[in-house]
């Protein structure tokens, strides 16, 4: 079972980033997916989940109105699309299944937000 993020990189305030997902090893339309993110010499934060089936989403107060959450189970992939980026989002963010007796979370994938 195995979750790998890439889409991170260098942005502009202002800017955007898709992340992606890859799920591998386990049924992956049967599960709720979420991304999280560490902050240097902070505690990881959950940002957005989404249901198994794509129809329900969840945001963190601190993102709301700037990212999405999106899922394709034809492709095993889950999407964090962030708008609107300021300096404070810069964090390792990763995804995460834990559901049901699975709990993986992804390696990370590097976002920085600084002129």
């Known amino acids: 079972v195995q979750l790998v993020e890439s889409g991170g990189g260098l942005v502009q305030p202002g800017g955007s980033l898709r992340l992606s997902c890859g799920a591998f090893g386990f049924a992956f339309s049967d599960y709720a997916m979420t991304w999280w993110r560490q902050a240097p010499g902070k505690r990881r934060e959950f940002v957005a989940a989404?249901?198994?089936?794509?129809?329900?989403?969840s945001y963190a107060n601190s993102i709301k109105g700037r990212f999405t959450i999106s899922r394709d189970n034809t492709k095993n992939m889950v999407y964090l699309q962030l708008k609107s980026l300021i300096p404070d989002d810069t964090a390792v963010y990763y995804c995460?299944?834990?559901?049901?007796?699975?709990?993986?979370w992804g390696q990370g994938t590097q976002v920085t937000v600084s002129t």
């Open positions: 995460k299944v834990d559901e049901r007796g699975l709990t993986v």
């Open positions: 989404i249901t198994n089936g794509g129809g329900d989403t």
